[in-house]
């Protein structure tokens, strides 16, 4: 996934081994000019090493796999890499929503969850930027669905080395469905452009996914929780000739990819409602916009506010 690509140029800047497995226009970008890497600090050029498919890499004992791509690629990547790797690899899920282990672990025996909290922008191939102007990002690890391991401590210790704060968690699931609350105002972000209407349906969100999450018996982190994790950690700086930009999602749109990840997100609390008979029908208006917009390559922010109340309404 793109904007998870300040992990690799950290890594990569403090010796840490690492090749990427990427696609498309991004990978020939990675290939013939390496990653150009920008932050508060100045602009580097990267020569980070980049395969096209895992089949490609001679993998060893002691390799580890962190999947950062969106969720809805996360099917055919794992496929692709229990027929290269073999499924005792370990993989760790960097990824948004909480359904991406639960694919990883019918595939492979050691699954790790892993939080994300890590703002970047990458809207060019081969261009990765992010604002932050001292921790990179928290990035806390787990073994899935819970514990810890030898593997958990060698992760977040190297990614602590590189200017991350990442700990051990053996209870990061309850992290990463907090996070997956905060993260079902994506599509709305992606979709619509920002208004006073969109505090009543980002309120609406999230009662959605509590009501849910109760009902299913899912212990989440709550707001006080996640905040008093992140701290003062994440401070943005200026980044020369460009601007911030809206989240992954939105960033989805602009570059045209046809797809979203609004299923494994507001998707995964329309799952839940339906589960436990709970209505969701903001998340699935939500689910069904963003999906369309993405599909049709149609504009960022183009639907009005209105619009999706109106529609959240009639469900």
Not at 164 to 171: D, E, H, I, Q, Y
Request: aromatic share 4%; charged share 20%; proline share 5%.
């Amino acid at each position: 996934r793109h904007d998870a690509l300040p992990g690799l140029g950290q890594w990569l800047q403090g010796g840490v081994e690492t090749i990427l497995i990427a696609r498309g226009e991004h990978l020939r970008a990675l290939q013939d000019n390496g990653l150009h890497y920008r932050t508060p600090h100045g602009d580097v050029t990267l020569p980070i090493p980049a395969m096209g498919h895992p089949g490609e890499i001679d993998f060893r004992a002691d390799d580890v796999v962190i999947l950062t791509m969106k969720s809805q690629h996360t099917l055919g990547a794992l496929d692709d890499l229990r027929a290269a790797a073999g499924d005792q690899i370990p993989v760790f899920c960097c990824q948004n929503g909480v359904a991406n282990e639960r694919m990883a672990a019918r595939r492979f025996e050691n699954v790790h969850a892993m939080m994300v909290y890590l703002p970047a922008t990458a809207l060019e191939p081969g261009t990765v930027v992010t604002h932050a102007a001292a921790t990179i990002g928290v990035l806390d690890a787990g073994v899935y669905p819970t514990g810890t391991s030898p593997a958990v401590e060698a992760v977040t210790g190297a990614l602590e080395s590189v200017n991350f704060s990442a700990r051990p968690n053996p209870t990061v699931m309850r992290f990463k469905y907090g996070k997956l609350i905060m993260n079902l105002a994506n599509a709305l972000g992606a979709i619509a452009a920002p208004g006073e209407e969109s505090k009543e349906i980002r309120a609406q969100l999230r009662a959605e996914a509590e009501a849910c999450f109760e009902a299913a018996g899912i212990d989440s982190a709550s707001q006080a929780e996640e905040k008093a994790r992140r701290g003062d950690l994440m401070k943005s700086g200026a980044v020369a000739g460009q601007e911030r930009v809206a989240g992954s999602s939105w960033q989805s749109l602009a570059r045209g990819t046809g797809n979203i990840e609004a299923d494994y997100l507001n998707g995964e609390i329309v799952l839940l409602g339906r589960l436990h008979d709970i209505p969701t029908p903001a998340n699935l208006v939500l689910q069904r916009l963003a999906n369309e917009l993405a599909a049709s390559r149609g504009e960022p922010q183009s639907i009005p506010l209105a619009e999706i109340q109106r529609r959240i309404a009639e469900s």
